[in-house]
């Protein structure tokens, strides 16, 4: 579980560097769509998470939502910002 923890922390930790661009007008139009998108992904795999039938299905939702967002990270904001 702590692996999961890490990893959590680490994806959270890209998107709010994402944000903080958003905020400060460093992001292209395309990349502010495409940063709305992901936004409601997370809000999607968070409400799968939360009616999952037990812990097992949770994770293994968490598993392919944090492939999914790692991904879409990757495409869409392949360059991490620099603060």
Sequence with gaps: ??????????????????RDDLKSGRLTLVQVEAYR?????????????DAAADVEAADA???EGADLIKAYLAEHFATPTCH
Excluded at 1 to 18: F, G, K, P, T, Y
Excluded at 38 to 44: A, I, K, P, Q, Y
């Design 61 to 63: 939702l968490w598993r």
């Design 37 to 49: 998108r992901l936004g409601r992904t997370v809000e999607r795999i968070t409400r799968e998470m």
């Design 1 to 18: 579980m702590d692996d999961q923890h890490d990893e959590a922390d680490v994806l959270l930790a890209r998107i709010m560097m994402i």
